[in-house]
């Protein structure tokens, strides 16, 4: 009698799991079918913000169904992710973010509220925005190498502003400053709102910032663009010459994409990284982007996983030399 009710127990128990195996391949084959939620970990007008907002009117149009931003700015980027940690995993719930999630925070923070790697999946490397290195005019130097022997001769003299202590501007310099030897402050900011009219100012003499932001600055004269943080020049400033010309493998340009708690079905997975990929290929949204200084890529999220991978191995390093740490 007692093994019959056990037998029946067993029997239920598969017939629970094999409900819920196929109505999670049904919402796999039906999704979407309702709004979907967005989640920025940072403030309107960031980068982050701007692509989510790009992207998510088309695929608005292309699913049938409104794709709404939800701006959680708090604790470095920190706020939004553990939002959709915490998530349901039907694909209703994405974040948009940059690459600190998985190759920063989990070094500058003693402790997260959530696991970068076990409970957010990448499911699409949307885009790439790499940093420029500005200076004030009141620098001789008008070339990268020249900005390198003018920095070597006045040890301690020059200041660079960052975003803050943490920040991918500052750990950039930080590893570009051990790198080739250079002694440098560091002056952090609350952002580049702050950074970027303090150097057109004159209160800091160089600055890492997006090219939208410096653009203007630099055709007007009162900023110098003297070299770019990603491995290859970028076609928004062809003649300006990529760090990594000079450090082999230098890499800092910021990845933005999306992500999605564990548990949410790979089929689901699988169609936001390809309609994404759709998207940032359509020729008003390159146009977009690229004007903003933005690069579109719409690689899947395997290949964001490798390199997010990659990043961490070079982050880290780059906080360890930095010294920044956040309890």
């Given at each position: 009698m007692q093994s019959s009710i056990l037998a029946l127990g067993r029997l239920a128990a598969l017939a629970a799991l094999v409900f819920a195996q196929g109505a999670f391949a049904q919402g796999a084959r039906t999704y979407p079918d309702k709004p979907i939620r967005v989640v920025v970990g940072y403030s309107p007008g960031g980068l982050p913000d701007t692509i989510a907002r790009l992207i998510g009117v088309k695929l608005s149009e292309m699913w049938g169904q409104q794709l709404f931003v939800e701006n959680k700015p708090g604790?470095?980027?920190?706020?939004?992710?553990?939002?959709?940690?915490?998530?349901?995993?039907?694909?209703?719930?994405?974040?948009?973010?940059?690459?600190s999630t998985h190759a920063i925070l989990p070094f500058l923070f003693t402790k997260l509220p959530y696991d970068a790697d076990r409970d957010l999946i990448p499911v699409s490397l949307t885009a790439r925005a790499p940093l420029f290195l500005a200076v004030h005019p009141s620098v001789k130097a008008n070339t990268f190498q020249e900005l390198i022997a003018e920095i070597k001769a006045a040890p301690g003299k020059f200041s660079y502003g960052s975003s803050g202590i943490g920040s991918t501007h500052h750990l950039c310099m930080a590893y570009l400053a051990a790198s080739?030897?250079?002694?440098?402050?560091?002056?952090?900011?609350?952002?580049?709102?702050?950074?970027?009219?303090?150097?057109?100012?004159?209160?800091?003499?160089?600055?890492?910032?997006?090219?939208?932001t410096l653009a203007a600055h630099a055709k007007e004269g009162k900023v110098k663009l003297l070299a770019i943080n990603s491995l290859k020049r970028s076609e928004l400033a062809p003649d300006v010459p990529a760090i990594a010309e000079t450090i082999p493998g230098f890499d800092f340009a910021p990845t933005f994409g999306l992500f999605v708690p564990a548990g949410t079905p790979r089929e689901i997975m699988v169609k936001v990284g390809s309609d994404v990929a759709r998207v940032v290929k359509m020729p008003d949204i390159v146009e977009r982007m690229k004007a903003l200084g933005i690069e579109p890529i719409g690689a899947s999220g395997e290949e964001w996983a490798k390199l997010l991978k990659a990043d961490a191995e070079r982050y880290s390093k780059a906080v360890k030399i930095s010294g920044a740490k956040v309890e």
């Open positions: 604790a470095n980027g920190i706020l939004g992710a553990d939002t959709v940690a915490k998530a349901a995993p039907d694909g209703y719930t994405l974040l948009m973010t940059d690459n080739l030897h250079l002694d440098m402050v560091h002056v952090p900011y609350k952002g580049t709102g702050q950074s970027v009219p303090a150097l057109v100012s004159g209160q800091v003499p160089m600055v890492l910032s997006g090219y939208p």
